[in-house]
Structures are given as structure tokens and as C-alpha cells.
């Protein structure tokens, strides 16, 4: 039994062509655009500069969310590297008491998730949470869940105190999971450590994949149940 771990100004010119405006074309959409009559084909410069400033204004209002959501959905490297660019095979998110802790992600090779073929579970925290309480608290969870003895439980302890870091709000943690063989842990998309036990895996996924789960809205979504 092995635990592998690593945590230790470009200027644009108009050009007025003879007998035109430079300005009519912008002009001749902003009108299309608001309305006619709202603007004058003769604008003065300094007019014409504050709607450039302020369509370009417009348009990055209009684009941000569309980046946001890009970032936000990208398929983490990790999950690159082992089931290539895809959508998560299901996702869901964990609350306590009213306050979401993290937002969770699953993927798996083919259309559904087993412990015969390797998958990942990626989890997305929402607050700061110290590496002493993802121990004890996964270890708490294996006990309840598996019934495990306590020699078990004191090895498995030791292997996440290597791979697990302190999280803040927004960081990731992924566990893939390759059956019979070790988990491999990532944080923030780097490599925090491997347990190369093949009893683990099935013992430390089950904390989210099992019908005893706390976190229940997690898996009914990751099962698709509604």
C-alpha cells in the first residue's frame, strides 16, 4: 500500500473618404439601433469618441457573462487527461443546514458511473475549510457509512493527511478513481497525491456515492434521481 504525495495601445484612425463623413456608418447603425432622429450624421469628434467608449462599454457588459459561464463550465485539465473534453456525466451541490458547501461534478467513462471502470468526483467548495476537517470529517463519514474497524480507519487517516491541502472558497479537489488500483487526488487542477490501496477507493467514494450519504441532494442528482 503506497501514498504517493506532492503537498508539501494600438491607435485606430478614420479616414474620411472626399466629400463623406467618417462617421456616418456608426452613425447609420446607432440610429438603427435607438431609433431615428437620436443621433446627427454630424457629430463632432468628441461625441462621436464618448459612443465609441461607451458601445465598447456595452458590449463588454453584454460578453461577461458569457465568459464567466466559460470559465465556470471549462472541463477541469484532470478530467481532460483521463475521459477527454466532455460535459459531467451528472452534477449537484451539498448544503448543511441552509449553507451550500460545495457544488459537485461527476465523470465517468460511457453514460453511467460504476466501481468497475474509473470515474472522478470533482468538488467545488464554497467556503474555507481546513485539511484537519476534511480528515476527520471523511473519516467519520467512512466509519458510519462502511462500518469500517478502526486499524482500517487509522491507515486511511494517514493517507489523507498526505493529499489533502486547506481549501478556500472557490478552490477544487478531484478524486479519480481507478478500480482495484488507487485514487488520485488534484487540487486546484495539480496533483496533491495518489493512495495506491485498491480497498480505498470504493471506501472513500462512498462517502458521496452511497444511499447512506448526509449529502443526499448530491446523489440523487449524481444518480439521477429527481
Given at each position: 500500500?503506497?501514498?504517493?504525495?506532492?503537498?508539501?495601445?494600438?491607435?485606430?484612425?478614420?479616414?474620411?473618404?472626399?466629400?463623406?463623413?467618417?462617421?456616418s456608418r456608426v452613425v447609420e447603425v446607432y440610429n438603427r439601433t435607438l431609433g431615428p432622429g437620436v443621433?446627427?450624421?454630424?457629430?463632432?469628434?468628441?461625441?462621436?469618441?464618448?459612443?465609441?467608449?461607451?458601445?465598447?462599454?456595452?458590449?463588454?457588459?453584454?460578453?461577461?457573462?458569457?465568459?464567466?459561464?466559460?470559465?465556470?463550465?471549462?472541463?477541469?485539465?484532470?478530467?481532460?487527461?483521463?475521459?477527454?473534453?466532455?460535459?459531467?456525466?451528472?452534477?449537484?451541490?451539498?448544503?448543511?443546514?441552509?449553507?451550500?458547501?460545495?457544488?459537485?461534478?461527476?465523470?465517468?467513462?460511457?453514460?453511467?458511473?460504476?466501481?468497475?471502470?474509473?470515474?472522478?468526483?470533482?468538488?467545488?467548495?464554497?467556503?474555507?475549510?481546513?485539511?484537519?476537517?476534511?480528515?476527520?470529517?471523511?473519516?467519520?463519514?467512512?466509519?458510519?457509512?462502511?462500518?469500517?474497524?478502526?486499524?482500517?480507519?487509522?491507515?486511511?487517516?494517514?493517507?489523507?493527511?498526505?493529499?489533502?491541502?486547506?481549501?478556500?472558497?472557490?478552490?477544487?479537489?478531484t478524486a479519480i478513481y481507478f478500480p482495484k488500483q488507487k485514487v488520485i487526488f488534484y487540487h486546484n487542477?495539480?496533483?496533491?497525491?495518489?493512495?495506491?490501496?485498491?480497498?480505498?477507493?470504493?471506501?472513500?467514494?462512498?462517502?458521496?456515492?452511497?444511499?447512506?450519504?448526509?449529502?443526499?441532494?448530491?446523489?440523487?442528482?449524481?444518480?439521477?434521481?429527481?
Amino acid at each position: 500500500m503506497k501514498v504517493f504525495s506532492t503537498r508539501h495601445s494600438r491607435t485606430l484612425s478614420c479616414h474620411s473618404r472626399a466629400g463623406g463623413n467618417p462617421y456616418s456608418r456608426v452613425v447609420e447603425v446607432y440610429n438603427r439601433t435607438l431609433g431615428p432622429g437620436v443621433m446627427d450624421s454630424r457629430l463632432r469628434g468628441n461625441d462621436i469618441h464618448g459612443l465609441f467608449r461607451k458601445m465598447v462599454l456595452l458590449l463588454l457588459l453584454f460578453l461577461l457573462p458569457i465568459f464567466s459561464h466559460a470559465e465556470t463550465s471549462a472541463t477541469p485539465p484532470e478530467i481532460k487527461k483521463y475521459f477527454g473534453d466532455k460535459a459531467p456525466l451528472a452534477e449537484g451541490k451539498f448544503t448543511w443546514l441552509g449553507l451550500k458547501i460545495y457544488d459537485g461534478k461527476l465523470w465517468a467513462k460511457g453514460a453511467s458511473w460504476s466501481y468497475d471502470k474509473p470515474f472522478a468526483l470533482n468538488l467545488k467548495y464554497a467556503r474555507d475549510i481546513d485539511a484537519e476537517d476534511l480528515v476527520s470529517n471523511s473519516i467519520d463519514e467512512m466509519h458510519r457509512i462502511r462500518g469500517l474497524d478502526e486499524a482500517r480507519l487509522a491507515e486511511y487517516k494517514k493517507y489523507l493527511e498526505k493529499v489533502f491541502p486547506d481549501v478556500n472558497e472557490g478552490d477544487t479537489i478531484t478524486a479519480i478513481y481507478f478500480p482495484k488500483q488507487k485514487v488520485i487526488f488534484y487540487h486546484n487542477s495539480q496533483i496533491s497525491g495518489e493512495v495506491d490501496d485498491p480497498n480505498f477507493g470504493p471506501d472513500f467514494m462512498d462517502i458521496w456515492l452511497s444511499p447512506k450519504t448526509k449529502a443526499t441532494e448530491l446523489y440523487r442528482s449524481l444518480n439521477g434521481e429527481k
